[in-house]
């Protein structure tokens, strides 16, 4: 099991033809990923040569979605192009859409976000400016290294991409069900409490590791969930104990203002919830072995 993402997901990778799609598509096809099509108007009918894998090219979403029956989107166009193949991936009703790409405008992710709204969430979103999503040994939707770690039965949930990777890596020899980097923005589509239900809803998980940042109160509000709907034991980590006060941070565009969102109010939050908190991944990824170990 899995969420999200299983080895029956069929790919295709909107600006697949780019630099950086050609060479996450490599990278994805050889971890696995079914990826059964790419998208760009100005290069339909054609194909891309993968290592002897043969990825046609269709001119849009819903007709790759009616060729070759994909549910997944893995979105690498530029930022100055993402709100309009987002949105056209949501009119094609397509169930997932990972958004990989970063810089881009908070009104833009605003208007997709509230356009998936409109047709009622159909469409997941992932993102943006996140690492995707990877369900080890079955298929991976991203940017994210598939050989740091392998299947196993601890779900994760991140902000932070290299602070996913790193946490992958920390407990490779336990594993993992599905590894979801939702991205720092300040809107993006799936939040931690998103990846928390349907880590709670899987039979094969058996614990979650949750990685928040300083800057908003996505943590807090995960917490009050996990104190009303979660059950599986969880552990967390926020990046930025050592940040200033005040100061704005580049990665997500976080501001700590008060006590509101700062590292520490939002330890305090989740421990007030149950939740186990290391102060920093290393000591995270210890606290979840000793839980797992009973």
Known sequence: MAIFLTKESKVIVQGMTGSEGQKHT???????????????????GTTVDFDGTEVPVFGGVKEAMEATGADVTVIFVPEKFTKSAVIEAIDAAIPLAVVITEGIAVHD??????????????????????????????????????NITKPG????????????????????????????????????????????????EDPETDLIVMIGEIGGDAEERAADYIKENVTKPVVGYVAGFTAPEGKTMGHAGAIVSGS?????????????????????PSETARLARELLAG
């Open 260 to 280: 509101s969102g700062t590292a520490q109010a939002k330890q305090e939050a989740l421990e007030a919830a149950g939740v186990k908190v290391g102060k920093t």
């Open 26 to 44: 490599k990278r994805m096809l050889a971890s696995g990923t079914n990826i059964v099509g790419g998208v760009n108007p100005r290069k339909a």
């Open 109 to 146: 992710s605003a208007a997709f976000w509230a356009h998936a709204g409109k047709h009622g969430n159909a469409t997941r979103i992932i993102g943006p400016n996140c690492p995707g999503l990877i369900t080890p040994g079955q298929s991976n939707a991203g940017i994210i290294p598939a």
């Open 153 to 200: 039965r601890i779900g994760l949930v991140s902000k932070s991409g290299t602070l996913t990777y790193q946490m992958m890596y920390e407990l490779r020899d336990i594993g993992f069900s599905t590894c979801v980097g939702i991205g720092g923005d300040p809107v993006i589509g799936t939040t931690h409490i998103d990846a928390l239900k349907a880590f709670q």
